[in-house]
């Protein structure tokens, strides 16, 4: 395994990896996105979402995998995160603007489509790409995230969902959440990566580079402005089933996010795999990335 020092000197973050990925930025959707880049331009095009409070190191452990086995892969900070553009106000990050930003990256790739996968607010995303705009799906993989108008409905008759997503609310005030979060070096948003996965997942050097990312002027308070637009300026219900085929991995010990969720979205796909993991938690990806990896591989696969 080698260092590759490109990402490392212009993201701030370093990819332990044997792969050649490379820092770009794309503007998409009259936004600038910055995105890793890496994989041959002819090979199948693969597209990864991440979710609060993460950036696109959030995918480091699936880069490899899925360029080694063929895909190109783009992986972009999501507007308002890390390196990418960050919109002044909250109404710049509502739901149908993030996805028309990856619509647009698939686009400006020079592609029609993409495999797409998407993980918390980035499985939200891919969730409603593929809604909104299923032409540019090939096939659809959700990691732990739900989809829209199934959480909308069991916010309002699931107790159980509503009092885990306290936190949400919460985020609605103005300053507060900002200085609680930012409050001895990011704490809170820390706990929210360690406190519900097994010790060790994430190391310091890990735990550093988040630390990196959440400190870039302006992200902090645009990472929250994607859940006050989600409240401010709800998506409409869309209750047509999701064409593209559709992955849902779940690890059933998430605490905020109840397990009912990955079983009413599987019921909205024409075409879909459930499966729930056992002993493990919302951050699938940095869990089980092996066995993830090897379900995108076979997923994927299928379609090739």
Not at 42 to 50: A, E
Not at 106 to 135: K, T
Not at 241 to 263: F, Y
Not at 279 to 292: A, D, G, I, K, Y
Request: charged residues 25%.
């Amino acid at each position: 395994m080698v260092t590759n020092s490109s990402l490392g000197s212009e993201t701030g973050t370093a990819l332990r990896s044997s792969i050649d990925a490379e820092s770009t930025v794309r503007t998409v959707n009259d936004v600038q996105l910055h995105v890793v880049v890496a994989g041959e331009e002819t090979d199948p095009l693969v597209v990864l979402l991440h979710g609060f409070p993460e950036y696109w190191y959030g995918w480091r452990h699936q880069l490899e995998a899925l360029v080694e086995a063929g895909f190109r892969i783009l992986v972009p900070d999501q507007r308002g995160y890390n390196l990418s553009e960050k919109p002044d106000g909250v109404r710049p990050y509502r739901l149908e603007e993030c996805t028309r930003d990856v619509r647009s990256l698939i686009e400006n790739e020079g592609r029609d489509s993409a495999f797409v996968v998407g993980h918390d607010w980035g499985g939200v995303v891919a969730w409603n790409l593929a809604q909104r705009f299923p032409s540019a799906v090939d096939r659809l993989a959700i990691v732990n995230a739900p989809h829209p108008t199934v959480f909308r409905e069991h916010l309002r008759s699931n107790p159980e969902q509503l009092r885990r997503s306290w936190y949400a609310g919460w985020f609605q005030l103005p300053t507060l959440p900002e200085l609680v979060c930012r409050a001895r070096d990011f704490t809170i948003l820390e706990r929210a990566l360690t406190s519900m996965a097994p010790t060790g997942t994430f190391t310091d050097d890990e735990l550093e580079s988040y630390r990196s990312a959440w400190r870039r002027p302006g992200a902090l308070t645009s990472m929250l402005n994607w859940y006050r637009a989600a409240l401010r300026y709800p998506p409409g219900l869309d209750r047509e089933p999701v064409s593209p085929p559709t992955l849902v991995v779940w690890g059933t010990d998430d605490v905020a996010l109840t397990t009912a969720l990955a079983i009413d979205a599987d019921l909205r796909c024409e075409t879909s795999r459930l499966e729930l993991w056992p002993e493990t938690s919302h951050w699938v990806q940095h869990e089980r990335p092996e066995r993830l990896n090897t379900h995108l591989l076979e997923w994927f696969d299928d379609d090739r």
